[in-house]
Structure formats: C-alpha cells, structure tokens
C-alpha cells in the first residue's frame, strides 16, 4: 500500500507518545484528528492495540522497534496496514510482519498529510 493509499483511510491507531507535544506521535495524532480522521491512541493512552474499540484501518508505529514488535506480536486486530515511522524500524520487526504476511510500508504519516489529507 502506498502512502497516498493510507491517507484516504480513516480509522488510524498511532502508537507512541501521544501525550507528549514533542514526540512524533503527538504531532501526528493532533495532526490526523484536525484533519477529521478518527484516531486512537496506544501507549500512553491505551495500553494495547487490542484495546482499540473498533475497527482499525492503519496502526502508526512511532515507537522504540522492541515495544512495536511486543505490541504487533499480541495485536489481534484485523487492519490494512502498519505503517513504520523512520526510527520505528527493525530487522525483528520486518521479519514478524512478512512472516505472518501481515501489510505493512515504511514511511511518515507527518508527509503523507502535508501531501495528501
């Protein structure tokens, strides 16, 4: 799925530091919700993706790579993407989603909204 594809998604769960304004994932968050996506957010705020009340489009990796592995490997929750934000990455990570043939592409949600929301 390519980044333009994502942004016209509409359930998004970004999972990372939501709650702090200088973290990638605050800014991202603030950043799809005022553009009138529906958002959650896992980490500080919900603990698991699991927790997610509903229905999940994309969840946004803006995470240290060993808390976004432990949190896609108990991730039971069906969605169309993951997207891996730049730092977010990992061989380990990779190799768990291509192995379980779970969709996912790296790249930045903060560039697919200045492009494409």
Do not use: W
């Not at 605050?26 to 009340?53: C, H, M, R, W």
């Amino acid at each position: 799925m390519e980044l333009q594809e994502i942004m016209k998604k509409r359930v998004f769960a970004v999972v990372g530091d939501t709650l702090n304004s200088e973290k990638y994932a605050y800014k991202i968050k603030q950043g799809l919700t005022e553009k009138g996506y529906k958002v959650f957010a896992v980490g500080k705020e919900l603990s698991s993706i699991n927790d997610v009340p509903e229905e999940i489009d994309v969840i946004d990796l803006c995470i240290h790579p060993a808390k976004g592995l432990a949190l896609m490997q108990e991730c039971k929750k069906k969605f169309q993407c993951a997207v891996i934000q730049p730092g977010a990455e990992s061989e380990e990570l990779i190799a768990y989603l291509k192995e379980n043939q779970l969709p996912y592409m790296n790249g930045c949600l903060l560039v697919g909204l200045s492009l494409y929301a």
